[in-house]
């Protein structure tokens, strides 16, 4: 997995993620895919993204959402 987002990460002129990022994003995609539908998921790490937050923050706020 990681070499291929390497090369992604290349091709879109940024850094690839650290393992820990990947583990956050992982985490988020799973709260967002069992909260509702697993497409879900996808889009929620892409929200996140457009938020320019922490992946800390983003999965903390999805947790929250998901509670409520």
Request: hydrophobic content about 55%.
């Amino acid at each position: 997995m990681t070499d291929w987002l390497d090369r992604y990460a290349g091709a879109l002129g940024v850094d690839a993620p650290t393992a820990e990022a990947i583990d956050q994003i992982l985490r988020l995609a799973g709260v967002a895919a069992h909260a509702t539908v697993r497409q879900a998921a996808p889009v929620a790490c892409w929200l996140a993204a457009q938020a320019a937050m922490p992946l800390d923050e983003a999965l903390g706020i999805a947790v929250g959402t998901e509670a409520g």
